[in-house]
Antibody, heavy 116, light 111 residues
Framework: QVHLVESGGGLVKPGGSLTLSCVASGFIFNDYYMTWIRQSPGKGLEWISYSSSDGRSTRYADSVRGRFTISRDNAKNSLFLHLDSLKVEDTAVYYC?????????WGQGTLVTVAS | QLVLTQSPSASASLGASVTVTCTLTSGHSDYTIAWHKQLPEGGPRYLMTIKGDGSHEKGDAIPDRLSGSSSGAERYLTISSLQSEDEADYYCQSWDSGIPVFGGGTRLTVL
């Protein structure tokens, strides 16, 4: 059974940094692209970034390019998102998801709040 | 640029049927989409993929009373025999040059 468990969210001041983690189980992690998607309070879903199965290819949404970095450790079945230069508008629940085109499994999310 | 348009809300009575619609922008009418369901608390859940020809493929353990179809630039999610647990937000999603793009979501209320 596929499980994705995010962690690392919390309260951070504008300009601060945070690293989110996602631990995967129930499938062969290094066979799959993985993606981060966020949802601001009361809003819809916004794709943030994806990583190829080997981590060599990554893409970012314009809203986070240059500030966020996606990475993965296939030996530990883990996906990461490093958030830097955080803005108030980055406040959201961040979901990791397995991307098999379609996005077919989602985690439960971790909340990042950016406030002074 | 690909844009997916959904009505913000829909409602239907317990036991009835309802169809949620996702409209693709002109020029993208043959695109494949996916439907995802999000309950009030928790992460989304993948429901199914619908191709431009109307064929669809469901995710794990998605009940038969959920079905998908297509007509032109519109993609549909039909839920029959509505149950209380169907009350949720439903998002359509497609891909623009490999980048996932989401519709604004439809909040379904079961009366």
């Amino acid at each position: 059974q596929v499980h994705l468990v995010e962690s690392g969210g919390g309260l951070v001041k504008p300009g601060g940094s945070l690293t989110l983690s996602c631990v995967a189980s129930g499938f062969i992690f290094n066979d799959y692209y993985m993606t981060w998607i966020r949802q601001s309070p009361g809003k819809g879903l916004e794709w943030i970034s994806y990583s190829s199965s080997d981590g060599r290819s990554t893409r970012y949404a314009d809203s986070v390019r240059g500030r966020f970095t996606i990475s993965r450790d296939n030996a530990k079945n883990s996906l990461f998102l490093h958030l830097d230069s955080l803005k108030v508008e980055d406040t959201a629940v961040y979901y990791c998801a397995r991307d098999y085109t379609p996005i077919d499994f989602w985690g439960q999310g971790t909340l990042v709040t950016v406030a002074s | 640029q690909l844009v997916l348009t959904q009505s913000p809300s829909a409602s239907a009575s317990l036991g009835a049927s309802v169809t949620v619609t996702c409209t693709l922008t002109s020029g993208h009418s043959d695109y494949t989409i996916a439907w995802h369901k999000q309950l009030p608390e928790g992460g989304p859940r993948y429901l199914m993929t619908i191709k431009g020809d109307g064929s669809h493929e469901k995710g794990d353990a998605i009940p038969d009373r959920l079905s998908g179809s297509s007509s032109g630039a519109e993609r549909y999610l039909t839920i029959s025999s509505l149950q209380s647990e169907d009350e949720a937000d439903y998002y359509c999603q497609s891909w623009d040059s490999g980048i996932p793009v989401f519709g604004g979501g439809t909040r379904l209320t079961v009366l």
